[in-house]
């Protein structure tokens, strides 16, 4: 059985917001292995992870004095974790090549047209602001079980969610993500309907 660690208390995130530094550093050290799970969680790959839960714990080093509630560490750490995993989405789905490198001996693609490029990067900012649009709940669940392809049980263990639950909101998440996609341009600049 894997070792339960807990957030820093309180008192100790006070001190690290009043910029005493062995504070600030026992609390990053402490917030370090529930960033890493997060991230494991949330992002597409065990690489995305290892860079996300890094950039988190970096922000929250450097960003603590602006924790409003020094009870909310955990609440802030996660949307900070998710925010990189979903820029790291954004940059795979950008990239247009799904992270794929090409192995030795394998063909080269064709390079897409300029025009072809553009559009992809339009759709892909589209369904970028789409998913970011979504409620956090609906959006978390989308990101882990659609786009990370974890299991609907691990998502729902994750979440501390029934099954059923777990699988309304993927439905309701599915549902307004279809919704916005037909309703038209999200992102600027994108001249679709």
Aim: hydrophobic letters at 45%; charged letters at 25%; a positive charge.
């Amino acid at each position: 059985m894997t070792p339960r660690f807990a957030w820093p208390d309180e008192r100790l995130v006070r001190a690290a917001q009043d910029g005493d530094v062995t504070s600030l550093t026992t609390v990053v050290l402490a917030s370090q292995p529930h960033v890493r799970r997060f991230a494991r969680s949330l992002c597409a790959s065990p690489q995305d992870a290892e860079d996300a839960a890094q950039e988190a714990l970096i922000i929250l080093y450097r960003k603590i004095g602006t924790l409003r509630a020094t009870g909310a560490l955990a609440s802030w750490m996660f949307r900070i974790v998710r925010n990189e995993c979903l820029r790291h989405v954004r940059l795979l789905v950008s990239r247009g090549d799904g992270g794929q490198q090409a192995g030795p001996g394998a063909a080269t693609p064709a390079a897409p047209s300029a025009e072809d490029a553009v559009l992809q990067r339009l759709e892909a900012e589209r369904i970028a602001a789409a998913v970011a649009a979504l409620p956090h709940d609906q959006r978390q669940v989308l990101v882990m079980r659609d786009v990370q392809g974890l299991p609907g049980r691990t998502v729902a263990r994750a979440l501390g969610l029934s099954d059923a639950a777990m699988k309304s909101r993927l439905h309701r998440a599915r549902a307004a993500l279809r919704h916005a996609l037909a309703a038209g341009p999200l992102v600027e600049g994108d001249p679709r309907p």
